[in-house]
C-alpha cells in the first residue's frame, strides 16, 4: 500500500468488482478512454479474480478515499520496460464525488514517485485526448510535458475523431 493525505494506493480484490462494474457505463468516465464491448457483473467479477499478479511490467492498483476507506479509481503503470527505463501511465477517477477534490492529482503524483523510485523509472508517458483540457491541465501541474501529437487517433462512444496528445515526465521532473 502506498499512502497519501487523501488517498491510498492498494491492490486490486476480487470484492472490488461491485465497485468496478457501474464506472463501466458512466458516460463521464468513458468518454475519453478506449471502451470495451459491455460487460456484466458477473464478468467484471471473473475479471477480478483471474487478474495477473502485480509485475514490474504492469503494476495496477486501486485509488481508495482513505478516510472512507472506498475505492474511487484505478490507476496503472504498464508496458514497463528495464532496459529503457520507461512506463506508460493510466488513471481514472470512477466515483463522480470525487472528481475535481484532488483525489486524482495525488494518486498521480504518488504512483509516479513509485515508479521513479521503486521501479527505478527514468521517463513516465501517457496519451490524453486533446480535448481533455482538465485532465491535460493536471498533468502539467504535476510535471508532465507535451511531446507530440497523433491526428485522429481516438474515436469516440459518437464515432467522432480526436487528436491524441503524448505527454511525458522525467525522473527529477516531479512537481510537489
Not at 476507506?69 to 520496460?81: N, P
Amino acid at each position: 500500500m502506498i499512502e497519501g493525505e487523501l488517498v491510498r494506493l492498494r491492490a486490486l480484490e476480487p470484492e472490488d468488482a461491485e465497485r468496478l462494474h457501474p464506472w463501466t457505463y458512466d458516460p463521464e468516465v468513458g468518454r475519453w478512454m478506449v471502451n470495451e464491448h459491455p460487460l456484466s457483473l458477473a464478468q467484471v467479477r471473473k475479471r477480478c479474480e483471474e487478474r495477473a499478479l502485480n509485475t514490474y511490467g504492469k503494476v495496477v492498483l486501486g485509488i481508495e478515499a482513505k478516510a472512507e476507506r472506498k475505492l474511487i479509481g484505478v490507476i496503472d503503470l504498464r508496458d514497463a520496460e528495464p532496459e529503457l527505463g520507461e512506463a506508460t501511465l493510466d488513471v481514472y477517477i470512477g466515483d463522480a464525488e470525487y472528481r475535481g477534490g484532488g483525489y486524482g492529482t495525488e494518486a498521480l503524483r504518488m504512483m509516479c514517485r513509485y515508479g521513479f523510485n521503486a521501479m527505478r523509472l527514468h521517463q513516465i508517458t501517457l496519451w490524453v485526448v486533446a480535448e481533455n483540457e482538465a485532465a491535460r491541465h493536471v498533468y502539467r501541474k504535476i510535471g508532465f510535458v507535451e511531446e507530440g501529437r497523433h491526428r485522429e487517433s481516438f474515436i469516440d462512444a459518437d464515432g467522432e475523431r480526436h487528436d491524441m496528445i503524448l505527454m511525458s515526465m522525467l525522473k527529477g521532473e516531479l512537481k510537489w
